[in-house]
């Protein structure tokens, strides 16, 4: 008798392979549509976009998901269609981060993650940060595509512009030339010189200022077709700043035709140059239009220009608009601080929680590693493994010292939040004099403030810092310059310490070099070769 169920068996087996093979077989064919497309994003975006528009995306998983997330993002940012949400490109950087085995797709997750961040809000502090990461990544893993680094140092560029970190921004925008050259790309190398000379002429580097002028002139006159609207907004920028010929930055402004985004700008150019013209009742005209069409990345500023406006009607002798304009200008400065100063501490907390969580982690994994290498530690008696041991534990102190500097420095941030805030329930109708007072008075209580909470968060750790560091400072007198120091020797930049310690870059700066000087002259002279 026939046994029909093992012959059942036997006509599945071939059935199901063949299943299998074209499962497989699908799967290759999504992957090499998704190459395709990737390929055409660079020729063809909007060909790019209209095919991955056709795919059915919820059937994909795993690494096809996070590609095709990938994809339609940076389509969607070359056919200049709007974001309205960040979830898709979020979820593709953290599929990403959790494999780490493509840098490529990772470092452009990141940066495009970011670039979707600064469209939906061009004040999101995490735009930077995953930038940042991006550009990082690319220069650890010596990835060769000077497209994606150009346009990752462009718009660098631009958000620290926008922060006004202007020195910061001029180098990115001087990479992203480099790279924009090699690439042949003249149109947007045409537009990185144009945001250049704009900041370096907004900083009055007046002579690096004109040499970028000279060459943004040498590349238009080699290709008169990119002359576009940006130059006139830089040149009007350039001549006033840095030449004070007003009539050539009159002339290259009214010439401007910016997007809607930036009438308010032009307005505001307007209104300095007829400033510095002397021609009263026209810039306080166009200081009022600039105010009316200023744009929300402008709400940090806002008391510019009610302070521009106090100085226009001083000028005309109009007392009474003069006080009107300038109790605005203080109040809404104040309102920006508290504002400003209690978005830092959020930002504060959230890192210090996060760097609590990461130290949490590492202690964990150096415990387990210690125990999984002790075997081999006393089997095979290597210096890399115990090499390995204490770059692991100088890992852990970095990280405990850097949880010091973010808790003094958030305890320092919300120490001048509740003095600002005190400052708020005092009467309005004081004299100026008070008001400077009471400004006065709290500026010490800042520093006050500042100096106690890092000698402290660094005095408890000073058994953390190398022998060298500790040595070093102790040969400077006062425990500002010593903080400077040691913030500086960790690895803090200069934008970084102005941050925690409540000053200016500038200041920071000028402290390094003079803690350099001192340090220096203690050490024992050496004879130099001829």
């Known amino acids: 008798m026939i046994d029909w169920r093992k012959h059942l068996v036997f006509c599945q087996v071939p059935l199901l392979v063949a299943s299998l093979l074209s499962l497989s077989c699908t799967d290759n064919h999504y992957s090499l549509r998704l190459r395709d497309c990737d390929s055409l994003l660079n020729t063809n975006p909007a060909s790019a976009f209209d095919s991955l528009s056709l795919y059915n995306s919820s059937s994909l998983k795993g690494r096809e998901k996070a590609y095709y997330g990938l994809l339609y993002t940076i389509a969607m940012h070359k056919n200049r269609i709007p974001f309205t949400s960040d979830s898709m490109i979020t979820e593709t950087r953290k599929w990403y981060e959790e494999r780490n085995d493509d840098p490529y797709n990772q470092a452009r997750s990141l940066f495009y993650n970011g670039l979707v961040l600064y469209k939906l809000s061009p004040l999101d502090t995490m735009a930077l940060h995953y930038m940042q990461l991006a550009k990082r990544m690319i220069d650890d893993n010596s990835i060769d595509d000077d497209r994606l680094a150009a346009l990752i140092d462009a718009y660098l560029g631009k958000i620290n512009k926008l922060n006004s970190n202007i020195d910061r921004a001029a180098d990115y925008y001087r990479s992203a030339i480099e790279k924009e050259k090699r690439l042949g790309n003249t149109r947007n190398e045409v537009l990185d010189y144009c945001e250049l000379l704009i900041c370096l002429s907004s900083i009055g580097d007046i002579q690096q200022a004109k040499e970028v002028f000279i060459e943004l002139d040498s590349v238009v006159s080699k290709n008169p077709k990119f002359q576009t609207n940006n130059i006139d907004n830089a040149k009007a920028i350039f001549f ?20 809607p985004s930036d009438i308010g700008a032009k307005s505001k150019i307007l209104a300095s140059i007829y400033r510095r013209k002397g021609d009263w009742e026209n810039a306080i005209d166009f200081e009022k239009a600039a105010y009316e069409q200023r744009r929300e990345s402008d709400k940090t500023v806002y008391y510019i220009y009610y302070h521009n406006l106090a100085d226009l009607y001083s000028q005309l002798g109009n007392a009474d608009s003069t006080a009107h304009y300038a109790l605005l200008a203080y109040n809404t400065l104040h309102d920006s ?8 501490v959020l930002e504060l907390e959230k890192q210090y929680d996060l760097a609590a969580r990461d130290a949490a982690l590492g202690k964990a994994r150096h415990q387990r590693d210690f125990l999984a290498l002790i075997a081999i530690v006393f089997i095979l008696l290597s210096a890399g493994v115990i090499g390995i041991l204490y770059a692991r534990h100088r890992k852990l102190v970095a990280e405990r010292l850097t949880r010091s500097v973010i808790q003094a420095a958030a305890k320092t941030h919300q120490n001048t939040l509740s003095q600002l805030r005190e400052l708020r329930k005092k009467p309005k109708s004081r004299t100026v004099q008070s008001l400077q007072e009471d400004i006065g008075e709290i500026t010490r209580d800042i520093q006050r403030g500042f100096s106690q909470n890092f000698s402290e968060a660094l005095e408890n750790n000073l058994d953390l810092l190398p022998p060298s560091t500790r040595k070093a400072a102790a040969r400077l007198s006062g425990a500002r310059a010593k903080i400077v120091f040691i913030l500086s020797e960790m690895g803090y930049t200069d934008a970084e310490i102005a941050e925690y310690t409540c000053t200016s870059a500038d200041s920071v700066r000028v402290m390094i070099n003079n803690n350099r000087k001192i340090i220096l002259s203690d050490e024992p002279q050496t004879d130099q070769p001829d």
Not at 242 to 258: E, F, G, I, V
């Open 240 to 259: 006033l700043h840095c030449t004070s010929q007003l009539d050539s930055a009159l002339h290259y402004c009214q010439r401007w035709k910016p997007a």
């Open 337 to 344: 601080y508290v504002q400003k100063t209690e978005k830092r």
